[in-house]
C-alpha cells in the first residue's frame, strides 16, 4: 500500500473482484468491472478537456453513485482530487477554487448555476453535472459517460506526490488546504480497515458524506478489499435501519449524533440490525453510556475512532481484537505515532494520565496545507510532529482518551471546564438522546456552561432533572448553570454537532416566547 496510488485502487479491484458488487446506492448496483468502465470514461473524457496530472478537479454534491464514479475518474488521470463540503455556499466554493487553482469542478445543476461566472473569475474552465438538465456553460455528466471509453491508461504519478486536497472546516479563519499524498490516502484506508479486522465479505454501510476524509477513507477501504459498499444519500435514522436490514450489513460507520438519533428512533425494536458485527463511530467523542446502550441493545460492539483531515482520516482506534476500552479513542494505528505534550512547551512530554495537546506523526500526515507555508509552520513542527489542537491523555497501555478541543474548553472563575466531558454524562440519563454543551458569557464567571439537551420519544426530563443528574457525578464546579430542552441541534454535514452554533438555539427559542 506503501506505493500505491487513488487511480489503481478500482482497476486492481476490477481484475480481483470483477462481477462482484461493488456499489449499492438507492435502487442502482455496480459490480467492480462496471464502477472501473464507467471512471475511465469520466478519465477520458477529463483528458479530452484537456485535465493533465497535478491539476485540480473539485468535487461539489452530495452523495451518489456519480460522486464515486468521478472522484475515481479524476484520479485516473493523475489529477488532484478537491472534494468539498456540500454545505458551502457559492462564495465559499468561490474561495475554495480560486485558492487551489481548480481547472475542473463536478456538481448538480442547481448548485451550478451560481457559480458559473467562476469560469471567468478564475482558472476553472469546466463545471461538470450530475443528473438531468446541464445549464448553459456546463457539460453533462451522462455525455461523458455515453461518449467515453472503457479503457483508460492510468497515468504514472509516485504515490509521494500530491493527490487529494481537503479543505478544513474554516472555524479560526479561511479555510486551508491540507494537501494528502496518494500513500496518506491509500495507507490510511488499509489501515483503517486492518484495526476493524475488514475483510471482502463484508457489507459495509454508511451516511457519512464521501467528502469527508472519513467518508472517503470507508469509501476506498472497500475498493480495495473487495467489500460491498452500500451508500446512502443523506443520513436518516429509520433508512439507515431499514438499509441494516436489506442488505445485511455486517459494519456500520457514523458519527455519534447518527447512532444517536438510531436508538432515540420510536419504533428502533422493529428493526433487524442482528447482522451487524461492528458499529466504528469517530468525528466526536462517544458517550459510554450509549456505547453500552447499543451494545446491549443491537449485540455489536461500539468501536471508537479518532482523526484528522490532515491525516487523510482516522490515526488512533479501536482494535477489534483487542480490548473494547470504552470512553477511548482506542490506540495508535500502524504506521502512526501519538504523544501528549505540554500545551505550553511542545518539546515537555507528559507523564501517563496527565491531560495535555495531542501531537501525531507518521505516514498519515499531511503535506502541509496548499499555499499556506506560515499555516504549516504552526501546524507541523520541525521534527514532523502534527499539533492536533485536541486535548488529551494516555493511560499505561496505550489507550488514548480524548479530553475535548483546546478551543472548546471553558474557563468559568478560573476553572478548565470541557463540555465533552459533561455531555458524556448528561448522555447517561435515561431520558437523553443527545447532548451539546457550550460556552455563555456571564458577568461574573466570565464564561459558563450551558447545556443543551434533545430529549428521546415520549420521555420528559426538566432541566433541573438534568442539573440533578450532574451534581451526582460531576464536581459542582462542572455542572451546567443553565440546561434548555430543544427539539435538535444544529450539526455539521458529517453530523457532527456544531457546539460554536449552539447559541442560534437560545436565540430562536428566546424569539419564538415574543
Not at 484495526?195 to 451516511?207: E, G, Y
Request: contains cysteine; negative net charge; proline residues 5%.
Amino acid at each position: 500500500m506503501l506505493n500505491k496510488t487513488i487511480g489503481q485502487i478500482l482497476p486492481e479491484a476490477a481484475a480481483s473482484f470483477a462481477d462482484k458488487t461493488a456499489l449499492i446506492f438507492g435502487e442502482r448496483t455496480f459490480s467492480f468491472i462496471e464502477l472501473d468502465a464507467l471512471s475511465s470514461r469520466i478519465a477520458n473524457g477529463l483528458t479530452a478537456m484537456g485535465i493533465e496530472p497535478g491539476d485540480r478537479v473539485t468535487l461539489y454534491a452530495q452523495n451518489g453513485w456519480e460522486w464515486v464514479v468521478a472522484y475515481y475518474g479524476i484520479a485516473k488521470t493523475g489529477a488532484v482530487l478537491n472534494p468539498i463540503n456540500v454545505m458551502l455556499t457559492p462564495d465559499e466554493v468561490g474561495y475554495v477554487v480560486k485558492d487551489c487553482g481548480a481547472k475542473a469542478l463536478f456538481t448538480t445543476a442547481d448548485r451550478a448555476a451560481p457559480i458559473l461566472d467562476l469560469k471567468d473569475e478564475t482558472d476553472l474552465a469546466e463545471i461538470v453535472t450530475f443528473g438531468d438538465g446541464a445549464p448553459d456553460g456546463a457539460v453533462a455528466f451522462d455525455d461523458l459517460v455515453a461518449n467515453g471509453s472503457d479503457a483508460f491508461d492510468i497515468a504514472s504519478v509516485e504515490a509521494t506526490s500530491l493527490g487529494k486536497i481537503c479543505y478544513t472546516s474554516g472555524t479560526t479563519g479561511f479555510p486551508k488546504g491540507a494537501m494528502l499524498s496518494h500513500r496518506n490516502v491509500v495507507l490510511n484506508a488499509a489501515m483503517t480497515a486492518a484495526m476493524n479486522m475488514r475483510v471482502a465479505d463484508d457489507v459495509q454501510l454508511t451516511a457519512l458524506p464521501c467528502a469527508h476524509v472519513y467518508g472517503a477513507a470507508i469509501m476506498n477501504l472497500c475498493m480495495l478489499l473487495g467489500s460491498t459498499f452500500v451508500l446512502m444519500e443523506r443520513f436518516d435514522a429509520g433508512e439507515m435501519m431499514d438499509a441494516v436490514q436489506i442488505h445485511k450489513a455486517t459494519i456500520t460507520d457514523g458519527v455519534p449524533t447518527m447512532y444517536f438519533y438510531m436508538l432515540a428512533h420510536p419504533e428502533f425494536d422493529k428493526f433487524d440490525l442482528s447482522s451487524i458485527t461492528r458499529a466504528v463511530v469517530g468525528g466526536q467523542t462517544m458517550p459510554v453510556a450509549k456505547s453500552e446502550e447499543w451494545t446491549e441493545k443491537v449485540g455489536s460492539p461500539m468501536l471508537e475512532l479518532w482523526g484528522m483531515t490532515e491525516l487523510a482520516g482516522p490515526g488512533i482506534m479501536q482494535h477489534s481484537y483487542g480490548e473494547n476500552r470504552l470512553g477511548a479513542a482506542g490506540i495508535e494505528m500502524p504506521y502512526f505515532r501519538a504523544k501528549i505534550v505540554d500545551p505550553e512547551d511542545v518539546s515537555r512530554e507528559l507523564p501517563i494520565g496527565e491531560v495535555g495537546e495531542l501531537m501525531v506523526s507518521g505516514s498519515f500526515v499531511m503535506m502541509g496545507y496548499f499555499g499556506n507555508e506560515e499555516a504549516t509552520k504552526e501546524a507541523i513542527e520541525p521534527d514532523g510532529w502534527l499539533h492536533s489542537g485536541d486535548l488529551a491523555k494516555m493511560d499505561d497501555e496505550g489507550y488514548i482518551f480524548m479530553v475535548d478541543r483546546k478551543k472548546d474548553m471553558i474557563l468559568t472563575a478560573g476553572y478548565n471546564i470541557y463540555p465533552a466531558e459533561i455531555e458524556r454524562v448528561i448522555s447517561g440519563h435515561p431520558a437523553v438522546a443527545m447532548v451539546g454543551v457550550g460556552a455563555k458569557a456571564d458577568a461574573e464567571k466570565g464564561e459558563i456552561a450551558k447545556a443543551y439537551v434533545v430529549l428521546k420519544p415520549d420521555e420528559q426530563a426538566l432541566p433541573e432533572d438534568i442539573q440533578k443528574h450532574c451534581r451526582d457525578h460531576l464536581a459542582a464546579y462542572k455542572v451546567p448553570r443553565e440546561v434548555q430542552i430543544v427539539p435538535d441541534l444544529p450539526t455539521t454535514s458529517t453530523g457532527k454537532i456544531l457546539r460554536r452554533e449552539l447559541h442560534t438555539l437560545e436565540e430562536s427559542d428566546a424569539a419564538a416566547a415574543e
